[in-house]
């Protein structure tokens, strides 16, 4: 009987990025090119953002995650831009000598013990994808042999990543239609969707410990915080733009756009196939619970604490603190410092999450400036 072999983990297109990168950093060992480190940083063509979306080895690299970095424009980033506009990868053989020694970051990268580095952009048809970051302990690691060995596993790379990225886009692009088919987008304003999005990726990149969690969870909270309330597509007219307060019945069915929520993205995660892709758990979160509260007193479940995802209660507080700051039928707009004063009483009655609260009140340049409508182009 013929041997058999499970199949190479890298062949399942379930598996996460991050994870995908690990298998292959594991295999370029065996190349012994001391590649310590493995990043994808995306590219976001709709804002022009780039953000970290995996990430191997030690914390940091060129442009990419160390421990201050945060979404940035890649129009800020004219190296990138050029690799971009040549279709050319960067080989940085001797670190030590061809980085500015006056420049933190790369005193920094150098104390990461990296000697050399490869970047790639990464194309997918026409449009960049973002870029692949191979950082070596070693000068000179990134000769004609070892790119010659590398491609092979970098291709692979390349297909993995474009692949996570089309299923993530579909995604994406159906539920926005079915928001443009439902006509919610001009309703509930598509400049909400844009800013509960931008609130949501701006607390969770100031959350105390935003280190520790996955690469890419700032930048699906902010893809996936858009949909929180796509399950209104379920809700007749006449409550969903009843201009004075909801009767009893009314509020109820109001509410119940959460479990239609849920139910819709149910359905489009698993015509997709993407039911068992880690990342799409954040987007279930968000919409399941963006109305729950800490003290067990939200809908549609009554979860408490920690039952209620942090996901969930990122979103919370940015859906709340928008629709206090912002005109809608049955009330005026309340000023900023109202606002605050009211996501702190929350906190106090134990509704809200402090942390989030007081991680969206922690930089009131980048607040206000998605409040005014000025950072829809700009890092949360
Ligand atoms: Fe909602
Ligand atoms: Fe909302």
């Known amino acids: 009987m013929a041997p058999s072999f499970p199949l190479p983990s890298l062949h399942d297109p379930l598996l996460p990025l991050q994870e995908q990168l690990r298998v292959v950093q594991q295999r370029l060992e065996a190349l012994d090119l001391g590649i310590t480190r ?17 990430e191997t080895g030690t914390e940091g690299g060129p442009e990419s995650s160390h421990p201050s970095f945060e979404p940035r424009a890649l129009a800020a980033v004219p190296s990138l831009g050029q690799l971009r506009d040549g279709r050319q990868a960067r080989v940085l053989n001797d670190l030590e000598r061809e980085l500015d020694p006056t420049s933190e970051h790369s005193r920094w990268l150098l104390a990461q013990g990296w000697r050399a580095s ?20 070693r000068a000179g690691a990134f000769d004609p042999r070892a790119m010659a060995a590398l491609e092979p596993h970098l291709e692979v790379l390349l297909l993995r990543i474009s692949s996570h990225f089309s299923g993530m886009a579909s995604l994406h692009g159906t539920l926005q239609l079915l928001l443009e088919i439902a006509d919610l987008r001009d309703r509930e304003t598509a400049a909400h969707m844009e800013r509960v999005s931008l609130y949501s990726r701006l ?39 009843k201009p004075g307060p909801l009767c009893r019945e009314e509020r ?16 489009v995660i698993a015509a997709m196939e993407l039911e068992e892709d880690g990342s799409v758990d954040l987007l279930r979160q968000v919409v399941a619970h963006h109305h729950e509260r800490l003290d067990g007193s939200g ?30 039928a049955y009330k005026p707009a309340f000023s900023e410092s109202h606002a605050v004063q009211m996501l702190r009483s929350m906190v106090q009655a134990g509704k809200l999450d402090g942390e989030c609260v007081e991680a969206l009140l922690l930089n009131d340049e980048r607040r206000q400036a998605i409040l005014l409508g000025h950072a829809a182009a700009q890092p949360g």
């Open 38 to 54: 493995i990043a994808f940083v995306h590219h976001d063509a709709h804002t022009d953002l780039l953000a970290t979306y995996g």
């Open 299 to 328: 809908y549609p479940a009554g979860l408490r604490g920690e039952e209620v995802s942090l996901a969930g209660r990122i979103v919370a507080v940015a859906d709340l603190y928008d629709a206090l700051t912002q005109a809608r």
């Open 203 to 241: 607390i969770a990149l100031q959350l105390d410990n935003h280190q520790q969690r996955p690469a890419d969870f700032s930048e699906n909270i902010y893809r996936f915080a858009a949909f929180h309330d796509v399950g209104k597509v379920g809700i007749p007219d006449r409550i969903l733009l």
């Open 118 to 137: 490869l970047t790639l952009p990464l194309f997918n048809r026409h449009s960049l994808l973002g870029f692949l970051f191979l950082d070596s302990t």
């Open 252 to 267: 109820l069915e109001m509410e119940s756009h959460v479990l239609i929520g849920m139910a819709l993205v149910e359905r």
